[in-house]
Nanobody, 118 residues
Framework: HVQLVESGGGSVQAGGSLRLSCAAS????????MAWFRQAPGKERERVAR???????RYSESVKGRFTISKGDSKNTMFLQMNSLGPEDSAMYYC?????????????WGRGTQVTVS
């Protein structure tokens, strides 16, 4: 049974930083692409970053240069380092797995962690 648990969200002032973590269990960690999505109230869900099984990364234009996605050296952990945060980054952030080594659509979702920037 695959389980994804996000943590690290919270409230921060504009210009600040947060580091989100995603712990995966029951899952062959390095086989498939993983991603971070976010959704703010009244807005469409947005994929902000992805990391393929070979370590290649992609970012949305809205976060490029400010966010960094990475995987932990051990255990099944993925991170999203978020710098220079602004109010537009306020959203629920979700850890998501895909079904292939590169992005092939979402498969499993975590419950999310809230980020609020004021």
């Amino acid at each position: 049974h695959v389980q994804l648990v996000e943590s690290g969200g919270g409230s921060v002032q504009a210009g600040g930083s947060l580091r989100l973590s995603c712990a995966a269990s029951g899952y062959t960690y390095n086989r498939n692409c993983m991603a971070w999505f976010r959704q703010a109230p009244g807005k469409e869900r947005e994929r902000v970053a992805r990391i393929d099984s070979d370590g290649s990364t992609r970012y949305s234009e809205s976060v490029k240069g400010r966010f960094t996605i990475s995987k932990g050296d051990s255990k099944n952990t993925m991170f999203l380092q978020m710098n220079s945060l602004g109010p537009e980054d306020s959203a629920m952030y979700y850890c998501v797995t895909s079904i292939a080594a590169r992005w092939a659509g979402p498969n499993r979702w975590g419950r999310g962690t809230q980020v609020t920037v004021s």
